[in-house]
């Protein structure tokens, strides 16, 4: 005999976070009869009910979601039933080519309790987890997400174990990863000949007296390893910036809780909340005082706060704070296992702490700042991506946006969704390039795609871009516009136009020059460019060379005899050289980072940095919030001149010249918009830079800058992909 109840379909972070137990445990608390289940949608739901009782079941759910879980869309539908007589938790439906894969997770507060609880089986066992937390995306080799299809396929649960993965009331109720000391993953000390020096905690207890003592670890987290060692240990750092040829660039610090990150840095009540996050992310922070070695010439230490058993374990012998810096070579790929990691840094690190469950897919920290209250991110992976978004569009079939050469993410539209990749970094890099194949491989298989259109930057000279054929190419400074528009798209009528202020160090731009200097009046199907930062001359390529950069300006505006001094410092011959290769030199750029790194080439006496987006951080520290002075940036037919900036530069000391840079800048960009009735867009990775938003926030001026999106380039191909499926 058949009657009628209501199936419900729901889309969204729903498999593999405990989605299905709550609903159990809410049909049981309700009294409902029916079942669930997960299928290749998501979660499909059927309830023997009314239609009131349904909508109050729906709402209930929405109001008690797992940790994890997220709802992008639901399906109400009423259908003839069998009669059922209890709610269960039936299998799940094969087709799984639609399902959202999560990304992994810091350690949940229930599971970091029993960590710490010695009546507990798992106590002190560093793989505990649970469905709201642990380790997803770097253990799936398949869908559906099964243990049968990730890397725990090989470790076998006990019966303890696989009584709380069977039952529908325990959080544990498939949770793929689960494991305890009874079925424990090995974990184990190796010297770098590969020899097991100490199993399980008598190898942390091992790790940390060797930390003390001055020794580099790579040890294993949960998208690969971290090299560490003591972050007070002036010897130990010194030797590991001389062994990684990482003379400037600052070091991540892992701390065990957040008392022992607040006695070095300042920490308000949302970058709290951030460290004590699922998510886990390094927190760019105001250091408290100089930590030279550390991070050398600026005010600000990324800290993460120990996020895995793993970490917590280590810091149960080890008191202090832990540098925690990726295992790579200088610009590639974090390795993730240990046959790279002997071949690549065996000159590195002098021990490491390795364990036998597979990283599959490798996975970076996640960085953010806080802005204003808010959370500025500037690299999305662990925690985060892969992403999927709804996304409704009239363009049928499935795309690839190919993204940026430099801190690259690619986007795939599917199915009406988004999907966003883990951060993959700069594909110049041979080991990266391989990573991005290997992980587009990954998902074009696991979804099984195939691609109808490719989007790419217009340089042509991108060696990924050319293993496809069918490209449609977006210029990469409107791709910025366009992700940041996609990120406030609510806060605009259709089609409504925006004044986007895109600046960046590099992008090739419509007249192939070097363009990143650039104002844009936009929307999402057409630009305009009004206004650029003037062009000038390079010397060559190698952007590192920032002294080059500042005698180009000098040379450009023609201020040698106000440059006098700087020139000074540079060898008759080579400064001759030089100048004749500027004269005859082709390239030309409205970068107004490479601008700004000019600037600090003279203002710091700098002939190369280290990294990017160091004179930026350097500038930071020596801005005075209280002298009232600005530079004038002038603007004539459409051209920013920034001449006086240089002559700043050249006679001025530290804290005023940039204290006028800035002011300069931020005047420059209100005084622009005065001009438009228009709301205004701030993007490219110069607007990564803290006191730069600071001061136009001070000024009471309305803008938008990307938060949930990074401003930078891994945000790329997020505006290719919004931008074509916009486009008429």
């Known amino acids: 005999m058949c009657h009628f109840g209501y199936k419900i379909r729901i889309s969204g972070l729903v498999q593999g976070v405990g989605f299905r137990p709550k609903v159990y445990e809410l049909a049981l608390n309700l009294k409902f009869f029916g079942e669930v289940k997960n299928d290749g949608f998501g979660v499909e739901i059927v309830l023997s009910c009314t239609k009131e009782k349904c909508e109050k079941f729906i709402f209930l759910l929405k109001e008690n979601l797992p940790p994890l879980a997220r709802i992008d869309s639901i399906e109400i539908s009423q259908v003839k039933l069998k009669k059922y007589t209890n709610f269960s938790i039936e299998n799940s439906l094969s087709n799984a080519k639609s399902v959202p894969m999560l990304s992994d997770f810091a350690l949940c507060n229930e599971c970091k309790k029993e960590f710490f609880d010695k009546k507990n089986k798992r106590f002190l066992y560093p793989f505990i987890t649970c469905t709201h937390c642990g380790p997803r995306f770097s253990i799936i080799k398949n869908l559906p997400y099964d243990r049968a299809n990730t890397t725990m396929e090989k470790l076998p649960m ?22 305890c000391p009874k079925c424990k993953i090995d974990i184990f000390l190796k010297n770098k000949k590969g020899e097991v020096l100490a199993h399980d905690e008598k190898a942390f207890k091992k790790c940390a007296k060797l930390l003390k003592q001055g020794k580099i670890l790579a040890i294993k987290g949960m998208g690969g390893f971290h090299l560490m060692c003591d972050a007070f240990n002036e010897n130990a750092l010194k030797e590991l910036r001389l062994r990684k040829n990482r003379p400037k660039k600052p070091f991540a610090l892992m701390c065990e809780n957040i008392d022992e990150a607040k006695k070095l840095c300042f920490i308000d009540e949302n970058e709290e909340k951030l460290l004590k996050s699922i998510l886990a992310p390094i927190v760019i922070l105001k250091a408290k005082k100089a930590f030279s070695l550390i991070a050398p010439d600026v005010d600000k230490l990324g800290i993460t706060l120990a996020y895995t058993p793993l970490h917590l374990l280590l810091f149960k012998h080890f008191k202090g704070v832990l540098v925690a810096t990726s295992a790579n070579l200088s610009g590639e790929s974090i390795i993730k296992d240990e046959k790279n990691l002997l071949l690549k840094l065996g000159n590195v690190f002098d021990f490491y702490l390795d364990y036998n469950r597979e990283i599959h897919n490798a996975s970076d920290d996640s960085i953010v700042q806080v802005i204003d209250g808010k959370t500025m991110f500037l690299r999305t992976s662990r925690g985060l991506n892969p992403m999927y978004l709804d996304f409704k569009s009239e363009k049928k079939g499935t795309f690839l946006a ?26 110049k890099s041979v080991d990266v390039y391989e990573r991005f194949f290997s992980l587009l491989d990954f998902f074009k298989q696991s979804y099984d795609l195939k691609f109808d259109q490719i989007l790419c930057d217009k340089h042509p000279n991108f060696s990924y871009a050319k293993e496809f054929q069918n490209t449609y190419k977006i210029q990469h400074h409107y791709a910025h516009f366009c992700a940041v528009y ?35 009046k936009a929307n999402l199907k057409e630009y305009e460019r009004i206004a650029h930062f003037k062009s000038f001359k390079l010397i060559n390529s190698d952007i590192k060379n920032i002294q080059n950069l500042a005698l180009s300006l ?5 201020l040698e005899e106000k440059a006098s001094h700087f020139l000074a410092k540079i060898p008759k011959i080579k400064l001759e050289n030089l100048k004749k290769i500027y004269e005859s030199s082709t390239l030309q750029t409205s970068s107004l980072g490479r601008i700004i790194d000019a600037f600090g080439s003279i203002v710091f006496d700098i002939e190369k940095i280290s990294y990017e987006a160091q004179i930026g951080l350097m500038c930071e520290a020596f801005y005075d ?20 900036l240089i002559i700043g530069a050249l006679k001025d000391d530290k804290i005023k010249a940039i204290t006028g840079m800035f002011n ?15 709301k205004v867009l701030l993007s490219g990775g110069v607007f990564q830079n803290k006191t730069l938003l600071e001061i136009l926030k001070a000024k009471n001026f309305n803008f938008f800058v990307p938060l949930k999106f990074p401003c930078n380039d891994s945000s790329i191909a997020l505006g290719q992909m919004v931008h074509f499926l916009k486009k008429d």
Do not use: M
């Open 554 to 558: 000098i040379w450009a505006y023609d």
């Open 625 to 644: 919030e209280n002298l009232n002075f600005s530079y004038e940036i002038l603007i004539k037919d459409g051209e920013i001149d920034f001449k006086e």
């Open 486 to 520: 996609f990120e406030y798209e609510k806060e605009f009528i259709k089609d409504e136009k925006a004044l986007g202020f895109i600046f960046d160090g590099t992008g090739y731009g419509d007249d192939k020059s070097i363009w990143g200097g650039e104002i844009f």
């Open 402 to 427: 190919l993204g940026a050469e430099l801190k690259n993410e690619f986007v795939i539209f599917y199915e009406n969704k988004l999907l966003l990749s883990p951060y993959i970094g700069d594909l």
């Open 664 to 678: 300069a800048l931020a005047n420059f960009i209100v005084e622009f918009s005065k001009n438009y009735d228009l």
């Open 158 to 179: 006990c019966e303890f174990c696989k009584s709380e993965y069977e039952d529908p009331k325990n959080r544990r109720f498939h949770a793929q990863p689960i494991s």
